[in-house]
């Protein structure tokens, strides 16, 4: 049967002699595993549409498992993803956590949609720590493991401060915080971002002026979620981690608990 489908490549993997199988992840017909014959050779016609974070429109032929790639066309390259280290970075991590943290039946057109914007953001130069902070909140969404962050997950208190509890299923009071040890304050605009990052639609992510501090409280807090929640190890992960705190981006130790400074995202991030 022959498909034609929009998609973005979100891994390759070489297969027998001058081959390539890639998986797409489309808007339409989930994740798909397709063979791209001589996507290997310089001079191949089909070598660009094999690239990673590519966005095309790719018609293959399919019986049983994997598909062949008869034709395709690119949309966007995103050239600029793969050309710059620290962008690299942030979108291997991006296209790896649809790969893995996603099952077939969550990959659908709303996620598809989060992933491209992400990789537009990423490539129009907004802040990567912020846009992927926001990207891993559509990850867990998707897996069913959004936290409860409107109130305190145990007694319902509506007032802050919080703590972001895995255990817990979302953030805890000052009255709760004992219960959990391991969660993770969130001052202010922490705790303010981490609600904007649940109710946004990456297609309207604006630009954002967030403290130092404020971005390391934030991938602590996601980073404690997702490991307790969705326990998939990343390559792209651990690389991205040596990088942000080669950046001293990220703390050297996950028990870092000095106050993070409160924020308030621009005017032109868009809620």
Known sequence: MMY??????????????????VTLFTPTHGKQGVVVRGAKKPKSRFASLAQPFTYGDFSFF????????SSGEIIESFRELREDLTLAAYAAYAVELCDRAVGEEDAGSYLFHQLKAC??????????????RAFEMK???????????????????????????????????LRCSGRDPDAVPLEGGAWKLLRLFAALDLRRLGNTDVKESTKRRLAQAMRLWMDHHLGVKLKSR???D????????????DGERKSADSIEPTERTKE
């Open 242 to 253: 040596q990088w942000e705190r080669l950046s001293g981006e990220l703390p050297e130790a």
């Open 119 to 132: 990789l537009e953001a990423l490539a129009q130069g907004k802040d990567a720590q912020i846009v992927i």
């Open 62 to 69: 399919k019986s049983g498992g994997l598909g062949t790639l």
């Open 238 to 240: 651990h690389f991205l």
């Open 4 to 21: 034609r489908v929009e998609g973005i490549v979100i891994r390759g993997t070489d297969y027998g002699e001058g081959n390539k199988i």
């Open 139 to 173: 990850i867990v969404q998707a897996a069913g493991y959004a936290p409860l962050l409107d109130a305190c997950a145990n007694c319902g208190n509506p007032e802050g401060p919080f703590r972001l509890s895995a255990a817990a299923g979302g953030v805890l009071c």
